[in-house]
């Protein structure tokens, strides 16, 4: 039954990617959907430069910023224009650099009808023996260390949109999952044959998912959790790979 568990990982990927289409291209401050921001510098005490998007803005924050760290955020707009960021998490180390990301779909690397983790295995074990940059060669090292631990690590650019998918079959023949988007942050669940679990960490993603759960074509549990962490990240590489 590991077919329509690979398929509703698909389903999931697009999710992410229709929300993204429906974002506007400027930024709407009040809707309180996670937006993805770099920290440039730091001004003074709590005032922080931020890239968002193609644009920069300055704004406070009461947790300290990382310079050159990327993190997921909830912006409000208050009297005057102020600016106010909340509910910050770090984005994942495997996240953050758009280099590591593969430019395709799920679909297209993840065959639904006949996925093996042995052929996935020896496709990234011929990618790294052939001449290929060395960006793409440090991507598919990631990818074939994730698999030594038996986890699936697939950094892709869905329809213009980062969407980090991993996953790793349980004993129990259920799929356990973790992707992380753009535009609603990271979620982490569990698919088993005619359902599938989700916890999110912003109430919005929530509420999109829940909206657009029909799509995935079997009962859906949504919760709200704090601290989601991937289930594979750079922390836990125990080989230099970068050369």
Sequence with gaps: MFTPMISTLQKLAGIGS???????????????????????RQIDGGRYC??????????????????????????SEGKGGLLTISNLYRQPK????????????????LDSNSFSYNEFR????????????????????YMLLALSKAIIH???IHEGKKVMVQFQKREDGSLLFYIAYEHLGPMYGIIQDSSVEIAAMYEKSV?????????????????????????????DVALDVKG
């Design 122 to 141: 020896a496709f990234l074990v011929k990618q790294l023996s052939s001449e290929i940059p060395k960006e793409l060669f440090t991507l598919y090292a």
């Design 94 to 109: 495997l996240f953050e650099n758009d280099a590591y990301f593969l430019p395709m779909g799920l679909e297209q690397i």
């Design 18 to 40: 229709d929300i993204g289409r429906t974002s506007s291209s400027s930024i709407n401050f009040n809707a309180n959907l996670p937006v993805s921001i770099e920290v440039i």
């Design 207 to 235: 509420y999109y998912l829940q909206k657009e759960s029909p799509k995935l074509g079997m009962i859906t549990h949504l919760s709200l959790q704090k601290e989601l962490k991937p289930l594979f990240d750079l922390g």
């Design 154 to 156: 697939l950094p892709l």
């Design 50 to 75: 931020l890239k968002v998007g193609r644009k920069e803005l300055t704004t406070k924050s009461s947790k300290n910023l990382k310079v050159g760290e990327k993190y997921w955020a909830n912006f």
